[in-house]
Structure formats: structure tokens, C-alpha cells
């Protein structure tokens, strides 16, 4: 059925490998990744990827710098806290998932 919808030559459910130049995302704890050859502008790909991990590490920086002041965290109720904690972590997450990439488009 999948291989039907996607109009794919294959389907691959068991590879731990993910291929050379694809694009990928992550659901849940799956890779999804889809082959792109030389379908894509790979330099255009990186500077786009680059700008977003650019994006990506000054919101770390940032939420870092207020999580790391012990006043702020003091007086903040904690659930506030909690939820800025969460919040970088997913960031961090998707800073992972960029690096990731920029690695496969090497």
C-alpha cells in the first residue's frame, strides 16, 4: 500500500542505514527517509539548513541565558520552569535532527 501511494521502486521497513543524500524526518521514533539523488540542489539544501541551525542555536542561546539566571529562576512558579526546560529540549532536538542532516547532504 505504501509503496502504491508513494509512487516508490521500494520500501524499505528494515534498513538501520539511512541513505546517502536523502531527506528525513523523524516520527515518533522512526526515520522516515526518502532518497533524493540528484533531485535536489544539495548546496542550495545546506545554506537553508545552515540558516536554520544558525536560527536554531540563537533561541538556545537565549533560552539558555534566562534558565541560567538563579534570580529568574527563583522567582519564576515552576511550571513555568518546567515548561521553558521541555521547550529547550525539544529545540536541542531539532538542532540535532539539522546537524543530522547537514552530515548526510556531506
Do not use: H
Not at 539511512?18 to 521514533?29: E, H, Q, V, Y
Not at 542550495?44 to 541565558?65: G, H, M, P, T, Y
Not at 527563583?74 to 520552569?81: E, G
Amino acid at each position: 500500500y505504501i509503496k502504491r501511494l508513494a509512487r516508490a521502486s521500494k520500501v524499505d521497513f528494515d534498513s538501520k542505514e539511512l541513505p546517502p543524500r536523502s531527506a528525513w524526518d523523524k516520527i515518533g521514533t522512526m526515520k522516515v527517509a526518502i532518497p533524493l539523488g540528484d533531485v535536489i540542489d544539495v548546496e542550495k539544501s545546506k545554506e537553508k539548513l545552515n540558516q536554520r541551525l544558525a536560527a536554531v542555536e540563537k533561541d538556545i542561546a537565549k533560552q539558555k541565558q534566562l534558565l541560567d539566571n538563579a534570580e529568574f529562576r527563583a522567582k519564576a512558579p515552576k511550571d513555568k520552569v518546567d515548561g521553558m526546560l521541555a521547550a529547550l529540549a525539544a529545540v536541542e532536538n531539532q538542532r540535532d535532527a539539522i546537524l543530522e542532516q547537514l552530515k548526510m547532504l556531506a
